[in-house]
């Protein structure tokens, strides 16, 4: 083989209904992608586990991208918490039915590659940080909202965890602890105004009263499955109830977000998710708006907010990342990973 060796790194977002990876070289130029349903049908589905599907996912990305085991330095993992980004175990996630799952630990034994897991959303965050939006930026707060709102904290570059490990719910900042019922269990959170699907039941409240026509032919009345790119087609459409609640819940998005600036001072409020790469100037808007017209005015001056620039990649690459630090801090410290000697 005249070809010098290629050296790559995986990055794999966990997602609820994806599993997506980006497979990247060492400079973080995207080789190539390959996407998976995260529940299976057929003989996927039958006998095999998520994790089947999470090796099924990565051993697809490697063909896609032609890469040899001995051409992979490491897989970076973003996956729903609470989960050790320490140990790579995940610790409980309802969604996708781990509990106290040795992730990084199995992965890493099937794949003979350094793993590293962290939270989604805070992978999100950081592949924002380094590769899109938020480049620039030191200290950052990334909000993706979606069917819940996720969050992310970055200090100085790295990723706040906290005493928990699992820092940066801003979905469950409360605004009404008698408020509506949140999936946390807890009344009156962020999300339960502002998630996907209470902004779905207010707008189908529109469409049964007949003050959503075009949102009406989007998606008709039934709008539990609606996919954020209809409410989107509707508002562009010119339904303005629809418009209204929409900026009515990125506002209140933007209210924890004030909370968050006023006691954090980010220089960085990254929006992503599907709901605002649907509509990433209705949420930058209101959410500019909410710091501007609610933070301490000295905390406040400092904040940009922007929206996503690598939409669907951001977790996949801040994934890849993760993992490249990992493998120059074990470096660092003469600690033998597989493929630390390999020049
Ligand atoms: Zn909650």
């Known amino acids: 083989?005249?070809?010098?060796?290629?050296?790559?790194?995986?990055?794999?977002?966990?997602?609820?209904?994806?599993?997506?990876?980006?497979?990247?070289?060492?400079?973080?130029?995207?080789?190539?992608?390959?996407?998976?349903?995260?529940?299976?049908?057929?003989?996927?589905?039958?006998?095999?586990?998520l994790f089947d599907r999470v090796v099924e996912c990565v051993d697809g990305a490697m063909k896609e991208t032609k890469?040899?085991?001995?051409?992979?330095?490491?897989?970076?993992?973003?996956s729903p918490g609470p989960l050790d980004p320490k140990t790579g175990v995940i610790i409980d996630t309802p969604n996708i039915g781990w509990k106290n799952f040795p992730l990084a630990d199995k992965l890493s034994s099937r794949f003979k590659a350094p793993v590293a897991v962290d939270n989604d959303v805070n992978l999100g965050t950081y592949g924002e940080f380094h590769f899109g939006a938020a480049r620039g930026g030191r200290h950052v707060l990334g909000v993706f909202p979606g069917t819940g709102i996720g969050g992310g904290i970055l200090i100085d570059g790295r990723i706040h965890h906290g005493a928990s490990g699992a820092a940066g719910e801003i979905g469950h900042v409360v605004f009404d602890p008698e408020g509506p019922l949140c999936g946390c269990g807890q009344r009156g959170c962020l999300e339960a105004y502002a998630g996907r699907l209470p902004i779905a039941?207010?707008?189908?409240?529109?469409?049964?009263r007949g003050q959503a026509r075009h949102l009406a032919e989007e998606a008709g009345s039934d709008l539990r499955d609606i996919r954020s790119s209809q409410i989107a087609a509707a508002i562009a459409g010119g339904d303005k109830m629809v418009e209204q609640i929409v900026r009515r819940e990125a506002a209140r998005i933007g209210l924890a977000a004030v909370n968050v600036v006023n006691v954090l001072s980010p220089d960085t409020v990254v929006l992503g998710g599907g709901m605002v790469e649907a509509m990433p100037r209705l949420y930058?808007?209101?959410?500019?708006?909410?710091?501007?017209?609610?933070?301490?005015?000295?905390?406040?001056?400092?904040?940009?907010?922007?929206?996503t620039k690598l939409g669907d990649d951001a977790v996949a690459m801040?994934?890849?990342?993760?993992v490249a630090e990992r493998l120059a801090e074990n470096q660092k410290n003469g600690k033998n990973t597989r493929n630390a000697k390999k020049k």
Do not use: H
């Open 1 to 49: 083989m005249a070809k010098k060796q290629r050296q790559c790194l995986i990055g794999l977002d966990i997602g609820g209904t994806k599993l997506m990876t980006v497979v990247v070289d060492e400079k973080f130029k995207v080789l190539g992608r390959f996407r998976m349903k995260t529940r299976g049908k057929g003989k996927a589905r039958k006998g095999g586990s």
């Open 67 to 78: 890469i040899g085991p001995k051409e992979l330095l490491g897989i970076g993992v973003g």
């Open 201 to 208: 039941g207010q707008l189908a409240g529109l469409v049964i």
């Open 284 to 307: 930058v808007e209101e959410v500019s708006r909410a710091i501007k017209e609610n933070a301490l005015p000295f905390l406040a001056k400092f904040v940009t907010v922007v929206a």
């Open 318 to 322: 801040g994934a890849a990342k993760l």
